[in-house]
């Protein structure tokens, strides 16, 4: 059964309602699918907070020969203790993600296996690093989730809370932008820069924002709060707040539709306002 956006379900305390989530849905993963209980109890089961099991599943993911799962696991513990609302944050992720995607049913899932919600947390990681001084374990961090989610987001890049990244594959974020709270992107997105300056040259997405597959958005410019991106679009000017932008180049031809497009996730309005 799917649970509702407030993640009420069997066994959830007023506590850390989103761990007693992922650990709800742990079980009933062991409990349906027996062949899975030693990756369910390693990852989830044997741990007793939301931010020690966080750190192992995704230095499990992220091993490599060059640097073990225990080195990174240790480098996210002393991510979480100079930056303790990455679990705040991580938390929200889970939450937007349990909310908006209709194929996801158990936060055990989101956390086991999901590659989008993997990659926010990596960066998540590498840019409390990155921002301590640790610049080349950041580095190290960006290139393995590359190489394992197909994700690429440069260290320095600001990321905010309650976000959704569907699907993941070829998602690319550059090292001046940051993306408000709220916002919801799907696989193929671009938030790259125009020439090769080192100033702000990066996107700069506001809060509420839905971004459609394989939409670039280019320059140091404003996506106002719960804009709307078509799948495909070139974004190449600012776009103003609570509209939708579609095209190539990209051109408001229309409202958002709706308050809050990221939640909705309403990518069919966008072709109903340019088809008329």
């Known amino acids: 059964m799917r649970m509702s956006t407030n993640l009420k379900t069997a066994g959830v305390t007023a506590m850390d309602p989103v761990w007693d989530a992922v650990v709800s849905g742990a079980r009933q993963i062991v409990a349906t699918e027996p062949a899975l209980t030693n990756l369910v109890y390693s990852n989830i089961l044997n741990h007793d907070t939301f931010e020690d099991a966080l750190a192992h599943r995704l230095a499990e993911r992220l091993d490599h020969p060059d640097v073990s799962a225990d080195l990174i696991r240790q480098a996210f513990r002393d991510a979480l203790a100079s930056r303790p ?15 908006r995607d209709p194929a996801l049913h158990k936060a055990g899932d989101c956390f086991l296996y999901f590659k989008g919600y993997h990659a926010i947390q990596t960066h998540r990681f590498a840019h409390a690093l990155w921002t301590s001084g640790r610049k080349d374990f950041a580095l190290y ?10 994700v690429d987001i440069n ?8 976000i959704m990244l569907d699907h993941a594959t070829g998602f690319v974020v550059g090292e001046t932008a940051t993306i408000g709270d709220n916002v919801s992107i799907l696989q193929g997105v671009t938030l790259g820069g125009t020439g090769k300056s080192e100033e702000d040259r990066h996107p700069k997405i506001g809060n509420g924002v839905l971004i459609g597959a394989h939409a670039v958005v280019l320059g140091n410019i404003r996506v ?19 509209v939708t932008v579609a095209g190539v180049p990209a051109r408001v031809i229309g409202e958002a539709g709706t308050p809050h497009p990221a939640s909705v996730m309403d990518q069919l309005g966008v072709v109903k306002d340019i088809t008329g």
């Open 155 to 162: 260290p320095a890049a600001r990321i905010g809370k309650g």
């Open 141 to 150: 961090l960006q290139s393995r989730s590359s190489a394992v989610f197909q």
């Open 224 to 242: 106002g709060d719960c804009a709307r991106i078509g799948a495909g679009s070139v974004v190449v000017k600012e776009v103003p707040p609570r």
């Open 85 to 99: 609302e990455i679990g705040i944050e991580s938390r929200a992720d889970l939450a937007a993600t349990l909310e």
